[in-house]
Nanobody, 127 residues
Framework: EVQLVESGGGLVQAGGSLRLSCAAS????????IGWFRQAPGKEREGVSC????????YYRDSVKGRFTISSDNAKNTVYLQMNSLKPEDTAVYYC????????????????????WGKGTLVTVSS
């Protein structure tokens, strides 16, 4: 079992920055991919970014490319999502999720399902 705890959300003006953290605990040695998802009010949850633990490869959805950066501190079992140039449309609850199993690319798990989820952290971007 893996536990995930997000932090770093808050209220920021458009153009501002936030850094989200996802701290993992438990059987983290088995985790192969960690991703960030978000869900805005009235919308479906969407995958934002992910990182593959085995090779460090990353993925970003088109709407955040060039603005968001995902990184991992394996010693701290923590994954970060640096969010710059925030827009009102980035407003959502952001969830951290992790997958264990075969060492596929994180995009596989982003599409086919993560195994562990955090409770989310709210990001609000005002215009």
């Amino acid at each position: 079992e893996v536990q995930l705890v997000e932090s770093g959300g808050g209220l920021v003006q458009a153009g501002g920055s936030l850094r989200l953290s996802c701290a993992a605990s438990g059987f983290t040695f088995d985790v192969n991919a960690i991703g960030w998802f978000r869900q805005a009010p009235g919308k479906e949850r969407e995958g934002v970014s992910c990182i593959t633990r085995s090779d460090g490869s990353t993925y970003y959805r088109d709407s955040v490319k060039g603005r968001f950066t995902i990184s991992s501190d394996n010693a701290k079992n923590t994954v970060y999502l640096q969010m710059n140039s925030l827009k009102p449309e980035d407003t959502a609850v952001y969830y951290c999720a992790a997958a264990s199993g075969p060492q596929y690319s994180c995009t596989y798990y982003l599409s086919y399902g993560m195994h562990y989820w955090g409770k989310g952290t709210l990001v609000t971007v005002s215009s």
